[in-house]
């Protein structure tokens, strides 16, 4: 069995299902704005890192930070079996929603306010 989550597929987000007999039987999908893929790309732009690219240095440095410092369960939570991504925080969907020196952000100016400003690479 496996479990699949992209930042955005052909259609689902993330894709829970199973082969057998040469088939895929799909359990469940979930599909844009909620995203845990694009959820994890957009506070990787803010910690200074490019989307699609800085995400394995985000999982690397994660078991070195503090969990105690900040509860991020604001940012997604699951309810009544779907994933909900609060798109006050991220969106990955359409414009991007923050601009900074004239490159667009797919986080939001409400995840500023909450955690201080975007990350420089290098800090």
């Known amino acids: ?3 699949h989550g992209d930042g955005k597929g052909e259609y689902a987000t993330t894709f829970f299902g199973y082969g057998e007999n040469g088939k895929i039987h799909k359990i469940k999908e979930f599909y844009d ?3 845990l893929g694009g959820l994890y790309g957009a506070i990787t732009e803010y ?3 490019e989307m699609l690219d800085g995400e394995f240095k985000v999982m690397g440095m994660a078991p070195y930070g503090d969990p105690n410092k900040y509860d991020l369960s604001r940012l997604a939570k ?3 079996g779907e ?3 609060n798109t006050e925080y991220v969106n990955v969907v359409g414009l991007r929603r923050y601009k900074e020196k004239g490159k667009g952000f797919y986080f939001t100016p409400k995840l500023i306010e909450w955690l201080g400003p975007k990350r420089e690479g290098g800090e």
């Open 1 to 3: 069995r496996r479990v």
């Open 47 to 49: 910690l200074g890192f």
């Open 33 to 35: 704005p909620d995203s």
């Open 78 to 80: 699951f309810e009544n």
């Open 83 to 85: 994933l909900i991504v």
